[in-house]
């Protein structure tokens, strides 16, 4: 499982309810369990947006809620006056919780940069991840993984996300739904689209975004990425971005 797709169709689960106490000394059974898988990088969060609990790794369990009790059976009405009781408490339901999924890939290095800068291009070169690539902006509308074997018994994490818009951090272009990602990315790779008018710009922009969302965003490691070299025109601003870099 690795996104929150399914949750858009189901949003009810309900664990089972106690059984009622019984006699001859049978108390109840509790309520069955019931487990909801969730990918891993889910942030669990209450209606009122208080983050419970993060499910990270692969088979991570955490229990949120107690499925109902069993009602007590006869033996616990007992009492000298009374050797043999013929009451027995019913079985409880379970609480009730309404919660907000929240879904941050993890991944170790985070490809980001404006629309149809070529980050998909270059997730597909250093992994063996085959994602749509096009000539056009916003190809990418989800974000893509792919892993990149660096030894014999080394890999990486490498996560293509959808190109960034100015007023990302506000949720423009769904920026939210975007940037959210790149938090727990421990370097990020920005890749900069040199046949554009003003590449210099587009990095700034972009760097600026992520900084507006969270300023520990541009704390990180970063690599910059100029691409479409093989064009005249951005070969012609090479010299001027990287001065820019650079200064």
Known sequence: MNSLLPFRKSVHF????????????????????????????TVVRSADGVAL????????????????????????????ANKVPRIAEKGEKGPEMWLDLELKLVADVGIVGAPNAGKRTLLSVISAAKPTIANYPFTT????????????????????????????HRG?????????????????????????????????AVRLELELFSPSLVDKPFVVVYNKMDLPEAAEKWKIFRENLQA
């Open 14 to 41: 309900r664990a089972g309810r106690g059984a009622h106490g019984m006699g001859q000394q049978q108390a109840g059974a509790k309520g069955e369990d019931v487990m909801v898988k969730v990918p891993p990088g």
């Open 53 to 80: 609990l993060e499910l990270m790794r692969p088979g991570q369990r955490a229990l949120l809620l107690p499925g109902g009790r069993g009602g007590h059976g006869n033996a616990a009405f007992k009492s000298g």
């Open 141 to 168: 509308i989800l974000p893509n993984l792919g892993v990149v074997s660096l030894d014999f018994d080394a890999t990486m994490v490498v996560a293509d996300l959808p190109g960034l818009l100015e007023g990302a």
């Open 172 to 204: 423009y272009g769904l920026g939210h739904e975007f940037l959210r990602h790149s938090e727990r990315c421990s370097v990020l790779v920005h890749v900069v689209d040199g046949s554009g008018q003003q590449p210099e710009y587009e990095f700034e």
